[in-house]
């Protein structure tokens, strides 16, 4: 009974390069929500998808960064062109949508050097 | 947006000791859950408590959702309670597509 898995869980990347996050929810669940956390600081709601759709992303940076969660395979996170202060830990979470419990993965560490 | 504030922003405590942390929102909610993130960064869920009292162990949980607040309480503390401790909770006057949005957190250091 597998939890929300998320990889790579550390990433290393030159500035300029792609970043590509992935995150598999939890069995049943279609619903799937990223979070970024700069360091020393609480979590920042990114973007919520449901398969195959975007329900809200009002907290993407406009430029550089997307989302999708495909009918089938993990959702992913995309960072284009990635600049230093993009470092910061990506969490993904999934649920079965409305007020239902949220349970999330153990995180993606992007350090840009 | 709903507004969330977590109280003391930070704790120290001996070993053994009891504590209550405090989560104030601003509007109604349909989803309150608790996390501790450890001194490894791993997001743990506590709770799940839009309304009412939990327990689990040494941790309980009481959330009046009509006053907007939810309370934390961690007793006989031990050193592997250290971390920070998160609301997060879910605006019910945004309909069911809606997301988390989490506090500033409480950081916890237990000492020996």
């Known amino acids: 009974n597998a939890g929300v898995m998320q990889n790579p869980r550390h990433l290393v990347r030159r500035r300029g390069q792609e970043a590509r996050l992935r995150c598999s929810p939890m069995?049943?669940?279609?619903?799937v929500y990223w979070y970024r956390q700069l360091p020393e600081e609480g979590l920042k709601f990114m973007v919520y998808l449901q398969k195959e759709n975007i329900i809200d992303e009002s907290g993407m940076p406009k430029e550089r960064f997307s989302a999708e969660f495909p009918k089938e395979g993990p959702s992913i996170l995309r960072i284009q062109q990635v600049v230093r202060g993009d470092s910061a830990a990506y969490f993904c979470?999934?649920?079965?949508?409305?007020?239902?419990?949220?349970?999330f993965g153990q995180g993606t560490r992007l350090t840009v050097v | 947006g709903i507004q969330v504030e977590q109280s003391p922003p930070d704790l120290i405590l001996q070993e053994g000791a009891n504590s209550t942390l405090r989560c104030n929102f601003s509007?109604?909610?349909?989803?309150l859950q608790w996390f501790h993130q450890n001194p490894w960064g791993q997001l743990i869920n506590l709770f799940y408590?839009?309304?009412g009292t939990k327990q689990n162990g040494r941790l309980s949980a009481t959330t009046v959702a009509t006053e907007r607040y939810s309370l934390l309480y961690i007793s006989s503390s031990q050193t592997t309670d250290s971390g920070v401790y998160f609301c997060?909770?879910?605006?019910?006057?945004?309909?069911?597509?809606?997301?988390?949005?989490f506090g500033t957190g409480t950081r916890l250091q237990v000492t020996l």
């Open positions: 509007d109604s909610v349909n989803n």
């Open positions: 979470a999934s649920s079965h949508g409305g007020p239902t419990e949220a349970f």
């Open positions: 069995k049943g669940h279609s619903h």
């Open positions: 997060a909770v879910r605006n019910k006057n945004t309909g069911t597509a809606s997301k988390l949005t």
């Open positions: 408590i839009p309304s």
